[in-house]
């Protein structure tokens, strides 16, 4: 079993489309979580910083914690084309190194 | 602010050869670390370098190996390459050793032919 899970798409929706972006983890010590966005070719950028459970928001992006069912999420509200990237979930393991998902390819259609 | 700088951008090279990949920090920061993606994969940890000191290291073999500077730049050097070794290598810096957010650069893409 991989470490980190994720669905690697591609997930296509209209623009305004509200976005779903999901992770499952194998690990319950997992304390930190991150969401990254990459553009083809382009480095990782990172988007969401978590600690815990709980919601975060920043504009339109709110990342999701759930650590009774090691589950985290990202949510892109009134999506738009300039979204369309691949999306990465990383967790911070111990002595700080990250381990990514696969990866979720989106495409928002104008 | 400069963020995170990379070179060489694009490396084409024969198996068996060597390769030696730079990284410049984000200004302020003091750690960097090391990825390898291959295409359609998620970033696979290489290792992270500290007050010029190796300090954790992933599932990857000797060949593999780096280098910290005083002024916290870092290298990457791979030795006998292998077909398998293409993909792009990006470097993130953070701030603590490590113990912060990790903001990567635009990566060097290798290609072993």
């Known amino acids: 079993q991989k470490e980190v899970e994720q669905d690697p798409g591609p997930l296509s929706v209209p623009e305004g489309a509200i976005v779903s972006l999901n992770c499952t983890y194998s690990?319950?010590?997992?304390?930190?979580f991150m969401w990254y966005r990459q553009y083809s070719r382009k480095g990782p950028e990172l988007l969401m910083y978590?600690?815990?459970?709980g919601n975060k928001e920043d504009g339109r992006f709110t990342a999701q914690v759930d650590k009774s069912s090691k589950y985290i999420s990202l949510f892109i509200r009134d999506s738009q084309p300039s979204d369309s990237a691949t999306y990465l979930c990383?967790?911070?393991?111990?002595?700080?190194?990250?381990?990514f998902g696969a990866g979720t390819i989106l495409r928002v259609k104008s | 602010d400069a963020g995170v700088t990379q070179s060489p951008t694009h490396l084409i090279k024969t198996r068996g050869q060597q390769v030696t990949l730079r990284c410049s920090p984000k200004?302020?920061?003091?750690?960097v670390s090391w990825y390898q993606q291959a295409l359609g994969q998620g970033p696979q940890f290489i290792f992270q370098?500290?007050?010029?000191?190796?300090?954790q290291r992933g599932n990857f073999p000797d060949r593999f190996s780096g280098h910290q500077f005083p002024n916290y730049s870092s290298e990457l050097n791979v030795n006998a390459l292998l077909l398998g070794d293409s993909a792009l290598y990006l470097c993130?810096?953070?701030?603590?050793?490590?113990?912060?957010?990790?903001?990567f650069g635009p990566g060097t893409r290798l290609t072993v032919t």
């Open positions: 690990n319950s010590a997992f304390q930190y």
């Open positions: 370098y500290y007050e010029e000191e190796e300090r």
């Open positions: 200004s302020g920061h003091d750690t």
């Open positions: 978590t600690y815990s459970s």
């Open positions: 993130a810096s953070s701030h603590s050793g490590g113990a912060d957010e990790q903001y």
């Open positions: 990383a967790i911070r393991e111990y002595g700080n190194k990250l381990v």
